[in-house]
């Protein structure tokens, strides 16, 4: 409910007759006074609900917290190794920060980008990874395509990687053939005889598609749709994955902006060389605490894991050195499995 000075003023009227307390008037410096104690202040609303909305919070934490009971109870029988999350995340062909570092006062803070309009399309990404920290390979992506396929002289020229598997369509998006292709070409061959899956409640994740496509070797897969609504809280990509994917892009974008390096972020086969690097640094045993930790968050996991670098801590700020350890050139990235400092030439060409 909306909340008033006066109506403070209202309630304690109304509990002054309760108690009878002779001589209070709840004046506006006694108001004054208790929202300063209570640590109350004006604020905008950021969002209008019904009580119906509360009910449904209940319900949902009712049944998130059944999930992940039932997911602990996967866990210990199919083994952690065996449990896996996979998700879907769009990412803009053109991907840099919302923010930067500006004089005091600029009210207009504007940044070059390469494209304006590389910055208003985007394509999707799916990964894998295990409840024990494992990232699976390959990286699913789908780039968006004006007739939904890629054309015999792409398919010939684009940028090829044993760690991603490229897929295309006309919105950039999956769909329900997506997911079928993503099922038998990515997931199963990946994943061993008895395997759990969480996914979100997208209707293109059918539990026939994934009947008809189970191969010979696999003697169950467990399903596991979590609780609509729910994701951002339990889904352990969403709670501790695609941020630190995105935030590393990012900076990667930014760096090759700010040194005025020749690449073009957004043509197809940079995309790709860019996601397959990613996938890349992110797979790297280092990391894997990483991923143990969206778990650990999300509340499936009882011990929470050691202390770990950020990919983008590790990779662009605390281990990374002026010049490339290979040539001597500017040095844009330290690489997650060797340690070195690599130019722009020694990691992406």
Not at 25 to 31: C, G, I, K, R
Request: charged share 20%; aromatic share 10%; with cysteine.
């Amino acid at each position: 409910i909306i909340i008033h000075d006066i109506d403070i003023a209202r309630w304690a009227l109304r509990a002054q007759k309760e108690v009878n307390l002779l001589g209070f008037t709840a004046s506006l410096s006694w108001v004054k006074r208790f929202k300063l104690a209570h640590n109350i202040v004006s604020r905008k609303i950021t969002k209008f609900i019904t009580k119906k909305n509360l009910a449904s919070d209940k319900d949902l934490e009712a049944r998130s917290k059944s999930f992940i009971e039932n997911v602990k109870s996967s866990i210990i029988q199919y083994g952690i190794e065996n449990v896996y999350n996979s998700d879907q995340s769009g990412f803009q062909l053109e991907f840099h920060s919302g923010r930067s570092l500006s004089p005091i006062g600029i009210k207009k803070v504007e940044r070059i980008v390469q494209s304006i309009s590389a910055t208003t399309h985007s394509y999707t990404i799916q990964p894998i990874v295990s409840a024990d920290g494992r990232l699976l390979s390959p990286l699913f992506i789908v780039l968006k395509e004006p007739t939904g396929t890629f054309g015999p002289i792409v398919k010939e020229t684009m940028f090829k990687d044993n760690n991603i598997f490229v897929m295309a369509s006309k919105s950039g998006k999956l769909t329900s053939h997506h997911f079928e292709i993503w099922i038998k070409e990515v997931f199963f061959p990946n994943v061993g005889p008895k395997s759990v899956l969480l996914l979100d409640s997208w209707t293109g994740h059918c539990p026939d598609i994934i009947q008809r496509n189970k191969p010979d070797f696999i003697d169950n897969i467990n399903l596991l749709t979590i609780p609509a609504g729910a994701t951002g809280k339990i889904q352990p990509l969403d709670v501790f994955g695609f941020r630190l994917w995105k935030n590393f892009v990012r900076h990667f974008s930014d760096t090759i902006m700010l040194l005025d390096l020749d690449v073009k972020l957004h043509s197809r086969n940079n995309i790709l060389k860019l996601q397959s690097l990613t996938h890349n640094q992110f797979s790297s045993p280092r990391f894997k605490n990483l991923f143990k930790y969206a778990w650990y968050k999300s509340g499936y996991l009882e011990k929470k894991p050691e202390e770990f670098d950020t990919p983008v801590d590790f990779c662009f700020k605390t281990n990374l050195k002026p010049t490339c350890d290979i040539c001597g050139e500017i040095a844009v990235i330290s690489c997650a499995w060797c340690k070195k400092s690599l130019c722009i030439i020694s990691f992406m060409i």
